[in-house]
Every structure is written in C-alpha cells, then in structure tokens.
C-alpha cells in the first residue's frame, strides 16, 4: 500500500495532536491538552490505541531503555516516569516557579540517552519558555532560555547538530552539541519564516541530515538541506501541522499530527494524523537512559 496523497490515519480528530515518534514498529503520539498517549500501527489506517491518560498536559514521551512500557515524559509543569499500564512518578518539576502559569512542551530523546524538554507560558509570554537538558550526572538544566514557544528540539544521527524552533517567533536555530557532555555551542540561525510560511513547529532529521518542519499555519510540512536551503514543501489539508515523524517498515513513510485548536470551524481533517509516503528514510526513535529515572525521588533543577 503506498501513500501517494496525504491520508487520514484514523478517524481521530485532536485539539492538539503533538508528539509523533516511531518506535518498535508503531507509532506513537499525544493528545497534548487531554494528557493522552496513543498509538497505532504504521500499515494501515486503524483507530488509535490509547496507552495512559493524565490529568496534566502530555508533551510527549520517549521510552526508557531496558524497560518496557515505561516512559519519561513531559508533563504538567515538570517531567514524569510513566511506568506500565497506570503508575507514573514525577522526576522533576521545572515550571512551579515560573512567574507565568505555563507548561512544558515539545521533548525527545538524543542519541546519548539524554531528554530535552521545552515550555511555555499559557499566554505565550514572549521570553517565558526554556529548553531543559536532563542527564543522570546533572539533573534537569535550563540550556536555552528567553523561547517563547518551544519546539523540538531535533537531532542528527550522531546527536552533534540540534535544531530548536522558537514557533511564535517563526525561528529555527542550530546548536552544535558535545557527544559527550551535551553541552551547546555554536548557536546560528537556520531558519526565519514568515507569517505567509506558517510556523516551525514539530521537526525531525532524516538519514540523509535533512530537517522535515511542520509549519502551524502553513498547510505544509517543509524539508530543508543542512545548508538552510529549501528541498521540498509537501502541501496538506490541515491548517495547524503541529508534528512530524518518518516511520513504517522502511522507514519512509511521513506521519505528520496536526490540531484543531483556535479554529473557528475547523476544517473536516483539522486535527486528524495523516500519512504520505517519501523517498527519503527516516530515523527511529531513541530512548533514555535509565539512570535519568534510576533514583527514587524528585531531581532538582540546576541552574543554567
């Protein structure tokens, strides 16, 4: 079955799907404001399996090496370890102080094992948000401070090059990052968009170091080369894309969440997950390190 035309992938319809990750031959994916974690098969349109329902914002997760089942996630105000089918523990709360009422965001795995997690402030405060890194030597740090919307961030395979989009601000920016430490540097401009472009929103990195962008607004997902300039644009029926994962058997078949969320109606796949199959392979998710999760307790935020 290839998917030559973008296509509904169930019959779901999210204020804010968000979080697309392939793992383990299914797709995983939130419904951001209802706290939900879902997930489906990649061969063929199905209804959606729901995993766990929160009673707090769910960002997204990434699976705990080892563990079956067991997720860390972005939740609420802070980060969550989700352990099988009902127990979840707060790991960290990152939010509770800011002067906002906010939330966290967008968030995934490296391939180190590391998790990086953004927020934002429900008003979208500009400046309110952060990028937070959490290691098993560190806990929780703020490493990009000043967003006002965060989103991704996404690796390359090697996890040295990071892509962050500030989506209020129509802005993608690249990190250089040290394998070993996780440490930033090197921050440049990648992309700067127009309101008549859409929104970077979701990202990720395919085998070939190209970066896929779902433009919030723009009807579209985009793919960029690793030197800023535009490849494709594959246009969509959906006004708000919010996500977008390679998955499938091969790898190359584009699954992009979208939200119906501030629209006033929502056209009829407005928040639907649609799936359209490319030439180019994708990249599989990666889960963190146990040790993230290993001690009971709550980690402390350290400052940045």
């Keep these: 079955m290839r998917l030559t035309e973008p296509t509904p992938w169930s019959t779901d319809r999210f204020e804010l799907g968000e979080g697309a990750r392939w793992l383990d031959g299914r797709l995983v ?59 979840h523990r707060q790991v960290a709360d990152l939010e509770a102080d800011n002067p906002r009422p906010a939330r966290m965001n967008d968030a995934v795995a490296d391939p180190h094992g590391r998790f990086w997690a953004g927020s934002m402030a429900y008003d979208t405060t500009p400046g309110a948000g952060t990028l937070y890194r959490l290691t098993a030597d560190s806990g929780p740090v703020p490493v990009v401070t000043g967003l006002t919307i965060a989103n991704g961030p996404a690796f390359d395979a090697y996890g040295t090059t990071m892509y962050l989009a500030d989506t209020a601000r129509g802005e993608v920016d ?116 146990p040790d993230l999760v290993a001690a009971p307790g709550v980690h402390q935020r350290q400052p940045g």
């Design 29 to 87: 994916l939130v419904d951001l404001l209802d706290g939900r974690l879902l997930e489906t098969t990649g061969d063929a349109p199905a209804p959606l399996r729901e995993l766990r329902r929160l009673e707090t914002p769910l960002g997204a997760v990434a699976p705990v090496a080892g563990s079956p089942g067991d997720w860390l996630a972005a939740a609420g105000t802070g980060l969550a370890l989700l352990s099988g089918s009902v127990g």
């Design 174 to 289: 690249r990190f250089v990052v040290d394998p070993a430490t996780g440490e930033l540097s090197g921050r440049e401009p990648f992309l700067r968009l127009t309101t008549a472009d859409g929104a970077p929103d979701g990202m990720t990195v395919d085998a070939e170091g190209h970066l896929w962008v779902a433009l919030w607004g723009g009807y579209a997902v985009r793919r960029y080369r690793p030197d800023g300039r535009l490849d494709r644009e594959l246009r969509l029926p959906v006004a708000q894309p919010t996500s977008v994962c390679l998955g499938g058997p091969d790898l190359r078949r584009l699954f992009v969440t979208s939200a119906w969320h501030g629209l006033n109606p929502p056209g009829p796949l407005d928040g639907a997950l649609l799936a359209v199959d490319v030439d180019v392979a994708g990249l599989p998710a990666r889960s963190v390190s």
